[in-house]
């Protein structure tokens, strides 16, 4: 299974656009990206899936490129509540359970 | 719907004690999946259920972990018995089996264990 590679921790300023950047050199043809995004005390919770190319929904974009050896979260115009850890997974439906959390990406916004 | 709900939020035993926790998944989600959260080790999936079959439990630690689904909409997390090193947050997630390409996992509140 893939394993995922990304950065312990960032730091930005309210207002900025924040990009996260998950390596993922073994991907495998059927597997999918996903981020999830845990707030302290509380569960994980899903903020985009994506195969290829662009994928954008209300909270968030992914850019994967064409090689699909990694993939980049970007949060745009970031608040204080964005403050949380960003975990990137790559697997697919019929590894259910298989992706791993990892440490993910402590994001700390400041004002 | 009310997502996925777990009971209790809290709970604080002496070493020793059976600790059972309770998960009710998203209606219609056919996969249960039961973690641990600690900060040396981060989150590790114990055991994970499809149609209330359990799959896959090579992450429960130990004997004295044991986890059951008698139906589509209520499992639960038995450790007997219970040691300090067990304190952690305990999280059930449920997925549909169409869930996209990928494994989207839906969270609960998580449960918080204190074992003294």
């Known amino acids: 299974l893939a394993k995922t590679t990304q950065p312990i921790s960032m730091d930005s300023y309210e207002g900025q656009e924040v990009n996260i950047t998950c390596s993922h050199n073994n991907i495998a043809t059927n597997d999918y990206i996903t981020w999830y995004q845990q707030f302290p005390s509380q569960g994980p919770r899903f903020i985009i899936q994506?195969?290829?190319t662009k994928v954008t929904n209300e909270v968030a974009s992914l850019f994967i490129p064409a090689d699909r050896k990694s993939s980049t979260l970007s949060l745009p115009r970031v608040s204080l509540s964005d403050t949380a850890v960003y975990y990137c997974?790559?697997?697919?439906?019929?590894?259910?359970?298989?992706?791993?959390f990892g440490d993910g990406t402590t994001l700390t916004v400041k004002p | 719907d009310a997502g996925v709900i777990q009971s209790p939020r809290h709970e604080v035993t002496e070493m020793g004690q059976e600790v059972t926790l309770r998960c009710k998944p998203i209606?219609?989600?056919?996969?249960l999946f039961w973690y641990r959260q600690t900060m040396m080790r981060g989150l590790e999936l114990l055991i994970y259920?499809?149609?209330?079959?359990?799959?896959?439990d090579s992450g429960m630690p130990e004997d004295r972990f044991s986890a059951k689904m008698p139906n589509a909409s209520f499992s639960t997390l038995k450790i007997q018995p219970s040691e300090p090193r067990d304190s952690a947050v305990y999280f059930c997630?449920?997925?549909?089996?169409?869930?996209?390409?990928?494994?989207?996992?839906?969270f609960g509140p998580g449960t918080r264990l204190t074992v003294l």
């Open positions: 209606s219609g989600h056919d996969y």
């Open positions: 259920f499809n149609n209330n079959v359990p799959i896959d």
């Open positions: 994506g195969y290829k």
């Open positions: 997974l790559v697997g697919d439906r019929s590894n259910a359970g298989k992706s791993t």
């Open positions: 997630a449920s997925r549909p089996t169409m869930s996209g390409g990928g494994d989207t996992q839906y």
